[in-house]
């Protein structure tokens, strides 16, 4: 592909530079030498001047030059006589007046100005227009459009959402084919919405379709549409359907469409606002074009709770398809698609690797292998191993090591028999992820400690019992404190919210309250994928949420016992391995079970 050079402000800059450089060459060559009115006089009564040509204020003309007589050289000077020509008349010497002529300085001094002003505005205007359509391209599109040559992705660039791409392998095929599906009277739907959090590859996919097809692709943001100016959007929207029923068969793909098609009705100016006319605009085109001409419009949003009822009825956006987090064999798999670029060691255990990382979606993915390879070349590695990619890991759910944080050996004890205690609550209690790590180097803003469990497999299912002991081994840490020191510290900070958040839900939520029974009280959902935003209160009574506190207070309770019950059983062990953890600062999982597995120390005390 040949490479385009764009024009820069700085070419017109070194032109205008060459060109007076140029220019004032030319005038120093031809320039005529500027002589006092007295020594012209002088030359005058001399016979030196051959002719000369009068203007109102100049004196032009030439003279003899000094041992030269047959050569001359041209000499000008203010007229100062106003009463020149009958002195004239009296020497050998041809004249004549001139009109002054102010071309060139008005050349200089006007026009060439007001073109340089003309050019640049022009310039400018052209950048901004690149960029934001400018004052006259307002109501134009901002798509980027590709064509099959410049859109290199297909889906063997896309892993781990085999569903999602089978469900657009139809739409693929009827803009290769459209008279398979046209012939008996079926039609393609006229949008399709990908569906699914942050990162999962909704963009990726909508180009994967647009390559495989090998159709024009236009692609834009829902926030592109809406602007201060009314009207905007919707001529937008009008100019975006045009350009793509020109190109047609091709693909529209709108990105974070929630950002145009939000519910109607609630914005702070009513029903009249600009995103709303853009909505509607939009809605008409979808209604308005013929699906046998070939154009599908594609969109993605992780937030569909709030799209406008009206975008996803039949007839708009007929299916929708779910983009999710990839399972362990998905991510095993875009593992493999993001390893390519990258060299790693032969014997690396991807199946190991996919499982540290679960609930991760591509773009972690993709990441956590960059994250990997600048560790190695960090380490001055020719290839990547499994400890860079474990390390990449812990780095990005605990954060970065903060070796160079001074802590004194009071907090650093504590901090060791705190992890000790989640990790030997966890693997005392059935139904827990196992622990594939223990770390009491500060890591991110707050943590100073890390214990780091790897499920086995995905869940998408917990039991009571399962639930209860993972809160259990939360609270461990606080327990091995007061076991040890006979005090608790501020460390539990964040163990106790997620123990409480949890409880909170199983009561709440899961009816799994033997007081409530088997009761709903959470209220209002929370969004799909982004799991963020405020607290819902539920639709019961004052009763019931001081039944619901204690209900949690109790249950927490329960659990905290339960697991100071299992650390002072093995107390042994929690001091061997808050030892061998200080001294090591980082022990495996393997390790604690090595501990566990071994016999306790006689006790010096006891013979």
Same mark, same amino acid.
């Given at each position: 592909?040949?490479?385009?050079?764009?024009?820069?402000?700085?070419?017109?800059?070194?032109?205008?530079?060459?060109?007076?450089?140029?220019?004032?060459?030319?005038?120093?060559?031809?320039?005529?030498?500027?002589?006092?009115? &007295?020594?012209?006089?002088?030359?005058?009564?001399?016979?030196?001047?051959?002719?000369? $040509?009068?203007?109102?204020?100049?004196?032009?003309?030439?003279?003899?030059?000094?041992?030269?007589?047959?050569?001359?050289?041209?000499?000008?000077?203010?007229?100062?006589? +106003?009463?020149? &020509?009958?002195?004239?008349?009296?020497?050998?010497?041809?004249?004549?007046?001139?009109?002054?002529?102010?071309?060139?300085?008005?050349? !200089?001094?006007?026009?060439? +100005?007001? *073109?340089?002003?003309?050019?640049?505005?022009?310039?400018?205007?052209?950048?901004?227009?690149?960029?934001?359509?400018?004052?006259?391209?307002?109501?134009?599109?901002?798509?980027?459009?590709?064509?099959?040559?410049? =859109?290199?992705?297909?889906?063997?660039?896309? $892993?781990?959402?085999?569903?999602?791409?089978?469900?657009?392998?139809?739409? %693929?095929?009827?803009?290769?084919?459209?008279?398979?599906?046209?012939? %008996?009277?079926?039609?393609?739907?006229?949008?399709?919405?990908?569906?699914?959090? +942050?990162?999962?590859?909704?963009?990726?996919?909508?180009?994967?379709?647009?390559?495989?097809?090998?159709?024009?692709?236009?692609? *834009?943001?829902?926030?592109?549409?809406?602007?201060?100016?009314?009207?905007?959007?919707?001529?937008?929207?009008?100019?975006?359907?045009?350009?793509?029923?020109?190109?047609?068969?091709? %693909?529209?793909?709108?990105?974070?469409?929630?950002?145009?098609?939000?519910?109607?009705?609630?914005?702070?100016?009513?029903?009249?606002?600009?995103?709303?006319?853009?909505?509607?605009?939009? =809605?008409?085109?979808?209604?308005? !074009?013929?699906?046998?001409?070939?154009?599908?419009?594609?969109?993605?949003?992780?937030?569909?709770?709030?799209?406008?009822?009206?975008?996803?009825?039949?007839?708009?956006?007929?299916?929708?398809?779910?983009?999710?987090?990839?399972?362990?064999?998905?991510?095993?798999?875009?593992?493999?698609?993001?390893?390519?670029?990258?060299?790693?060691?032969? /014997?690396?255990?991807?199946?190991?690797?996919?499982?540290?990382?679960?609930?991760?979606?591509?773009?972690?993915?993709?990441? *956590?292998?960059?994250?990997?390879?600048?560790?190695?070349?960090?380490?001055?590695?020719?290839?990547?191993?499994?400890?860079?990619?474990?390390?990449?890991?812990?780095?990005?759910?605990?954060?970065?090591?903060?070796?160079?944080?001074?802590?004194?050996?009071?907090?650093?004890?504590?901090?060791?028999?705190?992890?000790?205690?989640?990790?030997?609550?966890?693997? &005392?209690?059935?139904?827990?992820?196992?622990?594939?790590?223990?770390?009491?180097?500060?890591?991110?803003?707050?943590? *100073?400690?890390?214990?780091?469990?790897?499920?086995?497999? /995905?869940?998408?299912?917990?039991?009571?019992?399962?639930?209860?002991?993972?809160?259990?081994?939360?609270?461990?840490?606080?327990?091995?404190?007061?076991?040890?020191?006979?005090?608790?510290?501020?460390?539990?900070?964040?163990?106790?919210?997620?123990?409480?958040?949890?409880?909170?839900?199983?009561?709440?939520?899961?009816?799994?309250?033997?007081?409530?029974?088997?009761?709903?009280?959470?209220?209002?959902?929370?969004?799909?994928?982004?799991?963020?935003?405020?607290?819902?209160?539920?639709?019961?009574?004052?009763?019931?949420?001081?039944?619901?506190?204690?209900?949690?207070?109790? &249950?927490?309770?329960?659990?905290?016992?339960?697991?100071?019950?299992?650390?002072?059983?093995?107390?042994?062990?929690?001091?061997?391995?808050?030892?061998?953890?200080?001294?090591?600062?980082?022990?495996?999982?393997?390790?604690?079970?090595? =501990?566990?597995?071994? +016999?306790?120390?006689?006790?010096?005390?006891?013979?």
């Amino acid at each position: 592909m040949e490479k385009q050079h764009k024009f820069s402000l700085w070419y017109v800059i070194l032109g205008i530079w060459v060109v007076l450089i140029i220019q004032n060459y030319i005038a120093s060559m031809y320039a005529a030498q500027v002589i006092p009115y &007295s020594q012209f006089l002088n030359f005058l009564k001399a016979s030196k001047v051959t002719e000369i $040509a009068i203007t109102a204020n100049q004196i032009q003309g030439k003279m003899k030059v000094e041992g030269a007589p047959d050569q001359t050289q041209p000499f000008k000077t203010i007229r100062v006589d +106003p009463d020149l &020509s009958k002195m004239l008349e009296q020497y050998p010497v041809s004249f004549k007046g001139e009109i002054e002529s102010t071309f060139l300085r008005d050349l !200089f001094s006007w026009i060439f +100005p007001l *073109l340089l002003f003309v050019g640049v505005w022009y310039f400018l205007m052209k950048r901004m227009g690149g960029q934001q359509a400018g004052f006259m391209t307002l109501g134009k599109n901002k798509a980027k459009i590709y064509v099959e040559n410049e =859109l290199n992705v297909t889906f063997a660039d896309v $892993a781990g959402v085999d569903e999602a791409k089978q469900e657009l392998v139809e739409v %693929i095929e009827f803009l290769k084919t459209p008279a398979k599906f046209t012939e %008996i009277g079926g039609r393609i739907p006229k949008g399709i919405l990908l569906v699914g959090p +942050p990162g999962s590859g909704k963009t990726l996919l909508a180009k994967a379709v647009a390559g495989e097809s090998g159709v024009p692709f236009f692609s *834009l943001s829902g926030s592109e549409f809406v602007e201060m100016f009314v009207g905007l959007g919707a001529a937008r929207v009008r100019d975006l359907f045009v350009q793509a029923k020109a190109k047609a068969p091709c %693909i529209i793909f709108i990105d974070e469409l929630d950002a145009l098609g939000k519910a109607r009705g609630f914005g702070a100016m009513g029903g009249h606002d600009e995103r709303e006319q853009t909505l509607n605009q939009l =809605l008409v085109e979808m209604d308005g !074009f013929d699906p046998k001409v070939g154009v599908i419009l594609m969109a993605a949003t992780n937030r569909p709770e709030i799209l406008d009822p009206a975008l996803l009825r039949p007839g708009r956006f007929d299916r929708h398809v779910l983009v999710d987090r990839p399972d362990r064999i998905g991510r095993e798999q875009i593992l493999k698609v993001h390893l390519k670029k990258i060299k790693t060691v032969p /014997d690396l255990d991807l199946e190991k690797l996919a499982n540290m990382t679960p609930g991760m979606v591509g773009a972690d993915l993709a990441n *956590l292998v960059n994250e990997a390879a600048l560790l190695a070349v960090r380490r001055d590695k020719d290839v990547v191993g499994m400890a860079e990619f474990e390390e990449a890991v812990e780095r990005i759910i605990a954060g970065l090591e903060k070796k160079n944080r001074l802590i004194n050996a009071s907090e650093r004890e504590t901090v060791a028999y705190h992890e000790m205690g989640h990790a030997l609550v966890a693997l &005392s209690l059935p139904g827990t992820d196992p622990v594939q790590k223990i770390s009491i180097i500060p890591r991110g803003i707050a943590a *100073l400690g890390y214990t780091m469990q790897v499920p086995t497999g /995905d869940r998408f299912l917990m039991r009571k019992t399962e639930l209860q002991n993972k809160v259990a081994s939360l609270l461990g840490g606080r327990a091995a404190e007061e076991i040890v020191f006979g005090d608790i510290s501020t460390g539990a900070h964040n163990d106790l919210a997620r123990a409480t958040d949890i409880t909170r839900s199983m009561i709440r939520e899961y009816g799994m309250s033997e007081k409530l029974g088997q009761v709903y009280l959470a209220g209002d959902k929370q969004p799909l994928f982004l799991g963020v935003g405020p607290r819902e209160t539920g639709d019961y009574s004052e009763a019931t949420s001081e039944i619901i506190d204690t209900e949690v207070r109790d &249950s927490i309770r329960r659990e905290y016992e339960r697991a100071l019950a299992i650390l002072r059983e093995r107390k042994d062990v929690l001091i061997r391995g808050a030892k061998l953890l200080l001294e090591k600062e980082k022990i495996d999982g393997a390790e604690i079970l090595a =501990l566990m597995a071994a +016999p306790a120390p006689p006790d010096p005390a006891a013979e």
